[in-house]
């Protein structure tokens, strides 16, 4: 990973809706539905079945997430950086792993750290938080997809 790509910023600011088009090429996730939320410091990324495993004297993960809206789950693998207490939307400390990936939204690209939880029962697969969007995004709350919109079969309502 370059220096350039951790510290990725845009040269003038993007205004994005409350909704987006997110890529995770490094887990192979696309086109995935994302929530932009400004209230979470921390993405966060729906994921099931998640197991630790060693690799090369690294601790790793192997979990299970969705591709992307109307397709069926994929397994993933991504090296663990640290676990950490994430206060949820409900107000619950939960004890969280924490991924570092790529992360695309619209014309940047950065590496992201992304918490892993079982979003199963949330509108939107993946929620962007604060630290991903203070790279120059700018959001209109009244706006959705403004960066491209999904086929209509998969959006839901």
Known sequence: MTAKKR???LKEPQVIGWCELIDLPDLGLYSMHAKI????????????????????????????????????????????????????????????????TTMRLGPLEWMAQISLANRGTMAFPILVGRRGLRRGFLIDS??????????????KS
């Open 142 to 155: 009244r706006q959705k997809w403004m960066l491209g919109r999904p086929p209509q079969e998969t959006i």
């Open 37 to 100: 939320d400004t209230g979470a410091r921390t993405s966060s990324l729906h994921a099931t079945r998640i197991r630790t495993f060693e690799r090369d004297g690294e601790q790793w993960l192997r979990f299970r997430s969705p591709r992307s809206a109307g397709h069926g789950p994929q397994d993933c693998e991504a090296r663990l950086v640290e676990e950490r207490k994430i206060t949820s939307s409900n107000g619950q400390v939960q004890h969280r792993y924490v991924i570092e």
């Open 7 to 9: 510290n990725a910023r």
